[in-house]
């Protein structure tokens, strides 16, 4: 049986139960933070989740202006949700009330798949969204596309990836641009023209005749040309070598 990792961060919202609070500290909770005062306020605010990057302090900040202007029975639970899912890391939250007078949030954190265009990520649900730079996690593929292609190019790249992850034009890249037409980059600096057809469609070509026809000049390429009917164009590094490109 695995475990899970949870993160509960009870926050305190009216000073009632002090030694209580230092019970709970010792016990691995996360101190309790007074906000609210005042007869049938919420007295806590407990937050519950696998954290690595939103935490509870920010779950808080989202909500805190909600909580304090509201009692415990007018909460509205679903701006509460709102407000939480509105959080880039956040994929999904659910708040209800936990009697007599706390308040519980568990959040569900987004799972990074791959960068989606230049400063977004794209989840494993293919929801884009967008963090703090210093948040981006290194060594992830690099998508994008059209806003509302996001799956499209996510199914593509799984597809096109897990076909060429064992050859020497294993993905690092994939990209539909605004006339449909798709280009991968190898993860050793090929870029691959596939057209407007699904790229799967070119894998017999890439892994038949352009494997065999390039395999001992890899480092000498500059693109190839998958767009032909019965054939691909190859672009050299070498100006000398390249003229053009060399039609196979």
Avoid: C
């Avoid at 699904?198 to 767009?227: C, F, H, N, W």
């Amino acid at each position: 049986m695995t475990a899970e990792r949870i993160d509960v961060s009870a926050i305190r919202l009216r000073p009632l139960l002090t030694g209580l609070s230092s019970l709970l500290l010792l016990l691995g909770v996360a101190a309790l933070w007074p906000v609210v005062r005042g007869v049938g306020a919420v007295s806590r605010l407990q937050v519950v989740g696998n954290f690595d990057h939103v935490g509870p302090l920010a779950v808080r900040a989202a909500i805190e202006d909600q909580l304090k202007a509201a009692g415990f029975l007018s909460l509205d639970l679903d701006a509460l949700r709102r407000s939480v899912e509105a959080l880039p890391w956040v994929e999904q939250a659910r708040v209800e009330r936990v009697w007599p007078a706390d308040v519980r949030v568990r959040v569900w954190e987004r799972k990074p798949y791959a960068r989606w265009g230049a400063q977004q990520l794209l989840s494993a649900r293919a929801v884009p969204f967008t963090p703090k730079p210093g948040e981006i996690p290194a060594n992830l593929p690099q998508l994008s596309g059209q806003p509302g292609h996001e799956s499209e190019v996510m199914q593509a790249y799984e597809r096109l990836s897990a076909a060429l992850a064992a050859t020497p034009f294993a993905l690092a890249s994939l990209s539909q641009d605004a006339r449909g037409e798709w280009t991968a980059q190898t993860k050793g600096g090929i870029e691959l023209h596939l057209g407007r057809d699904a790229p799967e469609s070119r894998l017999s070509v890439i892994t038949g005749p352009m494997s065999r026809a390039l395999a001992t000049r890899l480092q000498e390429i500059k693109y190839v040309d998958l767009r032909y009917t019965n054939g691909f164009a190859v672009a050299w590094l070498e100006p000398s070598s390249a003229k053009g490109g060399k039609k196979q």
